[in-house]
């Protein structure tokens, strides 16, 4: 059954220092491009889909499709850049937010720093002997994108990189999937969630792309249960998970297993929030798409900042669709052509 009020506020043993995101993920440029199916079938790519790729794979790609921008991105990147945006529009100085990640010693690992810093989280990058990660994106005219990524320094990441007082002093750690695409990254999320919960710091994770339920799923089946309280997965990540087809509570119920504070985004229809016994349905918002780049790391942001500042989970839920919609609106994964009227009506 859906219910839709007298949801708890936090659903999980959560972080001690309210208001502090820690995100950890994969450091990358996206260069936006515009392109067809034909453009993508000539590549042997499936429309929405995240392709692991080399160097000269993805400059064929460049090759062959129109750049529109490029900016600093990768999942997690995205993410904490949202939550960043919506503490510049509620002049809330009083929730901080890092990110760490691994660059290399060039001028994409620059600018990233460089803007990174510029939208309001504090960057704590390894800087590496390879060249910074990229990811061309494919909008095609149906909106959809399609990533050709290549992870270069991003792979690169490790234990060693990690500041673990700075996690444990934090209300939230955030990983994506993406940190399982190598060993090292692997053994830094995994060191990183047990600093976390071993302070008491809330471990949030997104499965981020089908991609990575498909091919790290025994790993994260394993690994989530004792080291997630909370989740983000879209329907076909969780179906993948799960092994379940069936309807969405079922497909939720099955998902408990692994995090008890679970959130699944259903594109423009919203998301679906289980926590505990209680499950609601958020509605999204209804807007003309331009590019869908970053909508899913947009609802992420909006979503863990409202629980970084203790808010009840349907309205953590309200303002995540809000920015996804908002987002898929600009060309690229940006916020400075979002109007600011748009946070300030929920959060007023």
């Not at 794979?57 to 490029?70: D, G, Y």
């Not at 929730?95 to 060039?106: Q, R, S």
Request: hydrophobic fraction near 45%; aromatic fraction near 6%.
């Amino acid at each position: 059954m859906i219910y839709d009020s007298m949801l708890p506020r936090v659903c999980s043993q959560g972080g001690r220092n309210m208001g502090s995101i820690h995100g950890m993920g994969n450091p990358l440029m996206d260069i936006i491009l515009t392109g067809t199916h034909d453009d993508l079938a000539a590549l042997a790519a499936e429309p929405g889909t995240m392709n692991l790729v080399t160097y000269e794979e993805q400059l064929a790609v460049i090759q062959r499709c129109r750049q529109v921008s490029r900016l600093p991105g990768g999942s997690c990147a995205n993410t904490m850049r949202a939550a960043a945006w919506i503490t510049r529009q509620l002049q809330d100085a009083a929730t901080a937010l890092h990110y760490v990640g691994a660059v290399g010693c060039d001028r994409f690992g620059d600018v990233f720093a460089d803007e990174l810093q510029a939208s309001g989280v504090t960057a704590e990058l390894a800087r590496k002997s390879t060249p910074t990660g990229s990811s061309a994106i494919v909008v095609t005219p149906d909106f959809e994108r399609t990533m050709f990524t290549f992870l270069g320094a991003c792979r690169e990441l490790d234990e060693t990189d990690l500041d673990l007082a700075a996690i444990a002093r934090s209300s939230i750690l955030h990983v994506t999937g993406y940190m399982w695409d190598t060993a090292s990254q692997e053994a830094a999320a995994r060191k990183a969630a047990a600093a976390a919960r071993a302070a008491g710091v809330l471990v949030s994770f997104d499965v981020a792309d089908p991609f990575v339920a498909e091919r790290y799923g025994q790993k994260l089946r394993s690994w989530l249960p004792q080291n997630c309280d909370m989740l983000f997965a879209n329907r076909a990540e969780l179906q993948s998970l799960t092994g379940v087809s069936g309807p969405d509570s079922a497909i939720l119920t099955a998902a408990q297993a692994f995090a008890p504070h679970l959130v699944m985004k259903t594109g423009a229809d919203g998301c679906l929030v289980r926590c505990g016994a209680a499950t609601v349905a958020v509605a999204g918002y209804r807007v003309q798409p331009r590019d869908t780049t970053g909508a899913g790391d947009s609802f992420a942001g909006g979503y863990l900042y409202g629980t970084a500042r203790g808010w009840p989970l349907k309205r953590c839920a309200q303002l995540a669709n809000r920015i996804a919609a908002a987002v898929v609106t600009v060309e690229g994964c940006r916020y400075d052509g979002i109007d600011p009227a748009i946070i300030q009506e929920l959060c007023s």
